[in-house]
C-alpha cells in the first residue's frame, strides 16, 4: 500500500530556510509526480508545486517562485521541499500528496 | 490571475443531497481540468474523495459523486450523514503543470 511519511515539526526564525522530507513506500517512485500542499492555520489549501521524481523537473506554483526548491533522492524514495526566507505567513502544514493519497502533514512554525 | 470559486458554506439536512460546486472566475469548468474533491476534518490531513471528474478515490462510497453541471464541476452528496460534516476542496489542473485549489466549502449537516 501507498505510504508517504514525512519529517516532524520545526520552529524557525524569520529569514530562515526549512527543509521537510516525504518518504514514500508502496510503489514505484519514479513513475508519479510528487506535489506540495500547504495549509496555514484556519486557512484553505494551497498548492505550492510538483516534481517529477524520474527526471528531477519541477513546476512551481507562482506565488513560490524563487523562494521554493522541489528535489528528490531515488535511492532512498524521498521527496524534499525547501522553502526559504521564512516569514510568519509561512506557517503551516506541509502535505507531500501523490496522486490521491496524502502525507500526515508536517507543521512549521515561523516565529522569532 | 485564475481564481477556483466554491460556496463559502452549505447546509444539508441529514438523509438529504446536497451539490456543491467549483467554478472558475473566467471561463467554465470542463474534463479538461481534471476536477478532484477533497475532504477535511478539523485536525486532520485532507482525504481525496474524487478525482478526474468523476473517479471515486478507493474506499469512497458511492454516495459521493462528481461530475461537470453546466459550466462548474460539482460534487454531490446524497443520504448525508453526520460525518459527513466537513470542509470540502476542489482542485483543478490549469495546465503547464499547474494546479490550483479552491478556498473550500464548509459543509453543515443539520
Known amino acids: 500500500q501507498v505510504q508517504l511519511v514525512q519529517s516532524g515539526a520545526e520552529v524557525k526564525k524569520p529569514g530562515a530556510s526549512v527543509k521537510v522530507s516525504c518518504r514514500a513506500s508502496?510503489?514505484?517512485?519514479?513513475?508519479?509526480?510528487m506535489h506540495w500542499v500547504r495549509q496555514a492555520p484556519g486557512q484553505g489549501l494551497e498548492w505550492m508545486g510538483r516534481?517529477?521524481?524520474?527526471?528531477?523537473?519541477?513546476v512551481y506554483a507562482q506565488q513560490f517562485q524563487g523562494r521554493v526548491t522541489m528535489t528528490r533522492d531515488t535511492s532512498i524514495t524521498t521527496a524534499y521541499m525547501e522553502l526559504s526566507r521564512l516569514t510568519s505567513d509561512d506557517t503551516a502544514v506541509y502535505y507531500c500528496?501523490?496522486?490521491?493519497?496524502w502525507g500526515p502533514g508536517a507543521l512549521v512554525t515561523v516565529s522569532s | 490571475q485564475t481564481v477556483v470559486t466554491q460556496e463559502p458554506s452549505f447546509s444539508v439536512s441529514p438523509g438529504g443531497t446536497v451539490t456543491l460546486t467549483c467554478g472558475l472566475t473566467?471561463?467554465?469548468?470542463?474534463?479538461?481540468?481534471?476536477p478532484s474533491w477533497y475532504q477535511q476534518t478539523p485536525g486532520q490531513a485532507p482525504r481525496t474523495l474524487i478525482y478526474?471528474?468523476?473517479t471515486r478515490s478507493s474506499g469512497v462510497p458511492d454516495r459521493f459523486s462528481g461530475s461537470i453541471l453546466g459550466n462548474k464541476a460539482a460534487l454531490t452528496i446524497t443520504g448525508a450523514q453526520a460525518d459527513d460534516e466537513s470542509d470540502y476542496y476542489c482542485?483543478?489542473?490549469?495546465?503547464?503543470?499547474?494546479?490550483?485549489f479552491g478556498g473550500g466549502t464548509k459543509l453543515t449537516v443539520l
Open positions: 500528496v501523490r496522486d490521491q493519497y
Open positions: 478526474s471528474t468523476n
Open positions: 516534481i517529477t521524481p524520474n527526471s528531477g523537473d519541477t
Open positions: 482542485a483543478l489542473y490549469l495546465g503547464s503543470g499547474i494546479s490550483v
Open positions: 473566467s471561463g467554465s469548468v470542463s474534463t479538461s481540468y481534471y
Open positions: 508502496g510503489y514505484t517512485f519514479t513513475d508519479h509526480y
